[in-house]
């Protein structure tokens, strides 16, 4: 598009008007600087190797410093600089490959199980680094619990799904007592109502939608503090989609939810902040509500926007 | 590395393109119809003809139903693609604009109304000098005005700021023709007819420097994500 769709009126004067007289009061040149100072445009952010935005916060819950990680030659996490604050969601979006489910596997040491990936840097949970030597793993997943992309519950009664968890890591004492833990936790992951009749039947005899908010009742019943989420909702229909974010919203006042999604909608739903990532790179981290409305980094821009071709 | 991914300026689902073009269109084309209207209205005091003054607000229905057709395209927009980023910006600054660009539709017919008004009848001839006023300011109206709808074409941080800067001068102007207008009035009272009538002239075309601005700041907004309207005064 070009300006001569005007022709008619004499642009040669305007324009010798709109430059010849340069805007001098004191508004308007405060006001050229502040553009000026704008600096998201036309940056050269391909060759950028550095975060943009937020990343780094006052008291973090998880703070991860430097985090490579490598499956054999392949680098699928390059130099990862990331806080994870207190009460807060935080979605960890990109496109396929680009390293979002590794750094979350990362988090409680899921990736230990894979051959030949090696982690290096710096993953710390409330101070205290989680890839030390002689950390043990068990508590740690329970610290830092997980859902996964497909509903997975036991092939055992809807009871047993969320009890077994409590009971293998002796946090009640009496029958009674993981009876209430039981009830609490499918109360809190919004299922309670739905099967409370039915707490001796197969876990795997539910809806999709109830399977992954057992999934959910059964990793908030050892009382974590992190509960990762790898796709939570991509198996499931709109509805039931709605009822696990209206959870993840809920679960927030009490635990740090990091989740990944492709979902760019979900993300700016259910997050307080966005992680994009790109290639084993961290991009950009900033509050949701910049992200989508004002992303700092072109690539940032593009992926949202759907502008990658 | 990082070069690996190809990015564009399109969306991979062209007909989104289309869409948002579209939107820019429909902003142009009511800049376009909004300019002639003030020219029109302009030329019609100057030349003293009402004939022209009345295609002024004939042309106002299809301001009127370009409006309607942006917010349709819009509401359709905002279903269909979620838009975000730039995509959004671009959806909220046309949203905005296009009901200035309206207000700027009524206010070049309210002074075709001023123009039919006062040469359409076999009233007393106007006295000259006080047209002039209306000629000084509605130059910077039409200059605003161009500016504005230019950069929502084709951005250009100096003209953006010249939008800004031209309306805060068209205030003052606008209250140096008020004095002066007044002396016309100590002069001969019974020019106090034609002075208020030169009033809403002047007043509607500061009004339309005031929309231009406000048509600047959106094209601010959506090129850089600032908005700068608490800046102004």
Known sequence: MTNNRYTDYDTEVNKEKAGGSQATSPETSRLRKRLLSTTSRDRPILEEDQTVGQWNIQEPRISCRNVNVNYGQKSAIIKVNLDIGRNEVLSFIGPSGCGKSTLLRCLNRMNDTILGCLVTGEIKLDDEDIYLEGIDVVPLRAKVGMVFQKPNPFPKSIFENVAYGPRIHGLTSSKEELEEVVQSSLRRAGLWEEVKDYLDQLGTGLSGGQQQRLCIARTIAVNPEVILMDEPCSALDPIATAKIEQLIDELREQYTIVIVTHSMQQAARVSQRTAYFHMGKLIEVGDTTSVFTKPLHKLTDDYISGRFG | ?233
């Open chain 2, 1 to 233: 590395m990082l070069n690996d991914v190809s990015s564009n300026e399109n969306h991979t689902f062209k007909r989104y393109d289309g869409e948002l073009d579209h939107l820019r269109f429909i902003v142009l084309e009511m800049g376009g119809l909004v300019i002639k209207q003030l020219a029109d209205s302009l030329s019609a005091f100057k030349t003293r003809n009402p004939e022209l003054a009345k295609k002024v607000i004939a042309l106002d229905n299809e301001v009127d139903r370009l409006e309607v057709q942006s917010d349709e395209e819009i509401a359709k927009i905002i279903a269909k693609r979620s838009p975000v980023s730039s995509d959004l910006r671009l959806v909220m600054a046309v949203s905005k604009s296009v009901s200035d660009l309206e207000r700027i539709g009524d206010e070049a017919v309210r002074i075709a109304g001023l123009a039919i008004q006062l040469f359409g009848g076999e009233v007393s001839e106007p006295n000259h000098q006080m047209l002039r006023d209306i000629s000084r300011i509605g130059e910077m109206a039409m200059t605003g005005l161009r500016n504005a709808v230019e950069i929502f074409d084709v951005w250009d941080e100096e003209k953006a700021l010249h939008v800004i800067e031209n309306h805060r001068q068209m205030e003052e102007e606008f209250q140096a023709d008020l004095r002066h207008l007044l002396t016309y009035v100590l002069e001969d009272y019974r020019n106090i007819g034609f002075a208020i009538s030169v009033v809403l002239v002047i007043k509607s075309l500061e009004r339309i420097g005031h929309h231009a601005q406000n048509l600047a700041e959106y094209v601010i907004y959506q090129v850089y994500g600032e908005d700068i309207r608490s800046q102004q005064p």
